[in-house]
């Protein structure tokens, strides 16, 4: 029944969706810090998640 379902792909999913969540977060300035270059970093970490969750998902 579980055959089909791909673990890695669940897993770096929900890593992408939490990255990406951070990022919105730090690009909504609801944290302490305000550092543009955090902003950067995060949403390029976001992109590369969801790049490595799409790249898995037949896997």
Request: hydrophobic content about 70%; overall charge positive.
């Amino acid at each position: 029944m579980f055959s089909a379902f791909n673990i890695i792909f669940a897993l770096l999913a929900i890593i992408a969706l939490n990255l990406t969540l951070f990022a919105l977060v730090l690009q909504l300035d609801l944290l302490i810090f305000q550092s543009t270059v955090a902003k950067v970093l995060a949403w390029a970490a976001a992109a590369g998640a969801w790049h490595m969750a799409y790249r898995h998902r037949h896997h």
